[in-house]
């Protein structure tokens, strides 16, 4: 049945007109966390525009949208982690122990590989086992997609496992607190200024054959091959 539609702007007006009982105090303060949640939206939407300053001692770049920057540190970071002397041996042991710290090294390769699907399932993986790094490469990714609330979880999660005991930090990074900031943080990142950059296609051919297994629900997992470590080795040491 067809809802009668009002035929003048006072009985549209009748209609919108919130009487009073109607609302419990429930529903009032349900409305106010709504209008907090966008408001803080609209204050992240502010850093948009922000200079890029997520390296410190570096000279300041042109502004970039807040989710191009957040690509941007998510590949340094990527880079950074692969770069580390203990991830290849984390990751060669990664099949035998499950270590959180050879999955960050793993996703950090998925990533720079384009094969973001399995990358944000392992560094699920590695946030999970304690490492802040992973939390962190959610974070960015979370904000490179426009995905506030999720980039606001993995901001608090990041600060969370800052302080857990035995953290494998292989990119050393500062978390700031922030009132303009998404997620309510800025984080700085240490990366050497010499830093080799691995080449990304080298990567796609590492992680080209890889296996690929079918988890329930999840969907396809790739999987570190055994001689995966070695191939890593060989990609920094080609970059340098």
């Known amino acids: 049945m067809r809802s009668h539609q009002p035929r003048t702007i006072e009985e549209a007006l009748a209609r919108a007109r919130i009487f009073a009982g ?6 009032l303060e349900s409305s106010r966390q709504r209008i907090t949640e966008q408001l803080l ?3 992240w939407m502010k850093a ?3 200079p890029t300053a997520s390296t410190r001692g570096r000279p300041a770049q042109a502004p970039l949208m807040l989710h191009e920057r957040a690509a941007n540190d998510l590949r340094a ?26 999955a960050l090294a793993f996703a950090c390769l998925l990533m720079l590989a384009d094969r973001e699907e399995g990358a944000q399932f392992w560094l699920q993986f590695a946030a999970g086992g304690g490492q802040a790094t992973g939390a962190l490469c959610l974070y960015l990714l979370h904000l490179r997609r426009g995905e506030w609330r999720d980039a606001q979880h ?10 857990e005991p035995c953290q494998y930090s292989p990119v050393a990074h500062e978390i700031v607190e922030t009132t ?14 010499d830093q ?15 296996d690929v297994d079918l988890i329930d629900e999840l969907g ?20 340098r």
Not at 196 to 210: F, G, H, I
């Open 41 to 43: 939206e609209l204050r």
């Open 77 to 102: 970071l990527c880079q950074g982690v692969i770069h580390d002397g203990d991830a290849a041996r984390r990751l060669a042991r990664f099949d035998a122990a499950r270590d959180p710290g050879g």
């Open 48 to 50: 948009f525009a922000l």
């Open 22 to 27: 109607v609302y419990t105090p429930v529903d």
């Open 180 to 193: 303009s900031a998404a997620g309510g943080v800025t984080v700085f990142i240490d990366l050497p200024d």
């Open 196 to 210: 080799t950059v691995v080449s990304e296609a080298a990567v796609k051919d590492a992680v080209e054959d890889l």
């Open 154 to 163: 993995w901001a608090r999660q990041m600060a969370h496992l800052e302080n």
């Open 220 to 239: 396809a997992i790739p999987q570190p091959s055994p001689d995966l470590a070695h191939q890593l080795e060989d990609l920094v040491t080609a970059g």
